[in-house]
């Protein structure tokens, strides 16, 4: 682990990709509002007992009698509004929690390393952003290397672990923690 927020932010990433899943009978915080916030941690919905999935757009203007919901914006859409009453069954994607320790208890283990991909992918990002702020050209002994090539060789190389990782959290066959 090189440093725990490095490593958090691994996390959020491959939350992204294979989301922390939480059961909850929610009451929306803003009764009598189309656009709701997402609670503590949540980046979306798996699923929702509240009608049809639709896009924004159709979600803000949709008419009586029509149950329909979106979570691409980064809120919760519902039409109609919910009442002060309403209770909703909902399955969160929510960011796996990290301890002070680095401790990842919803991840699988199986899965750790894909969180050590991403966060090595992170810390490539970061160096390359730090060979870009240096001298246009260095040497190494007798070698001039550069900063446009190193920086570009670098974010290569954090591009392809978040492929790999990408690619083998989206197999269907992977085992779900």
Do not use: C, F
């Amino acid at each position: 682990m090189q440093s725990l927020e490095t490593y958090r932010r691994a996390v959020i990433e491959y939350s992204r990709l294979r989301p922390h899943l939480v059961y909850e009978e929610w009451t929306p915080p803003a009764p009598g509002q189309k656009l709701q916030q997402l609670p503590e941690g949540a980046i979306g919905v798996q699923s929702i007992n509240y009608g049809d999935w639709a896009p924004l757009n159709e979600v803000m203007l949709a008419g009586a009698g029509v149950t329909v919901w979106d979570d691409t914006s980064g809120q919760l859409a519902l039409s109609p509004a919910p009442t002060a009453d309403t209770r909703i069954a909902v399955v969160w994607k929510k960011v796996h929690p990290v301890g002070d320790d680095g401790a990842t208890p919803t991840i699988p283990l199986d899965h750790i390393p894909y969180v050590e991909d991403l966060e090595q992918a992170l810390v490539l990002e970061r160096e390359a952003d730090d060979i870009e702020q240096g001298p246009v050209t260095y040497a190494i002994g007798q070698t001039q290397i550069s900063r446009d090539g190193a920086a570009a060789g670098l974010r290569t190389r954090a591009a392809q672990l978040r492929q790999k990782v990408e690619q083998a959290l989206e197999d269907p066959l992977a085992v779900w923690g």
